[in-house]
């Protein structure tokens, strides 16, 4: 079984940076990709951004060019670097983690949440 533990939302207000750390932990044989999700009220969950173990990464269009995808890959966490932030921001930001343990299973593997607001 595989744990993510995610640390680094808040309140900030419109044109401000925050920094979001997910960490992976148990029986962890590969990790591929990582990626951030974000579900605002009402709303289904959505694909913020993606990084391969390999530092390929994909973005949502509407976080292009204001948030950065990277990866620590000998301590199994993702990162995501928010800068420029916006109302339409404002969601729970859950860490994703795709890959296989070490006997051969392959598993999803979701965060708890972290919650991100965005407001003046």
């Known amino acids: 079984q595989v744990q993510l533990v995610e640390s680094g939302g808040g309140l900030v207000q419109p044109g401000g940076s925050l920094r979001l750390s997910c960490a992976a932990s148990?029986?962890?044989?590969?990790?591929?990709?990582m990626g951030w999700y974000r579900q605002a009220p009402g709303k289904q969950r959505e694909l913020v951004a993606t990084?391969?173990?390999?530092?390929?990464?994909n973005y949502a269009d509407s976080v292009k060019g204001r948030f950065t995808i990277s990866r620590d890959n000998a301590k199994d966490t993702v990162f995501l670097q928010m800068n420029s932030l916006k109302p339409e921001d404002t969601a729970v930001y859950y860490c994703?983690?795709?890959?296989?343990?070490?006997?051969?299973?392959?598993?999803?593997?979701w965060g708890q949440g972290t919650q991100v607001t965005v407001s003046s």
């Open positions: 994703n983690a795709r890959g296989r343990g070490y006997y051969g299973d392959y598993f999803v593997s």
């Open positions: 148990g029986s962890i044989f590969s990790i591929n990709p």
């Open positions: 990084i391969t173990n390999g530092g390929t990464t």
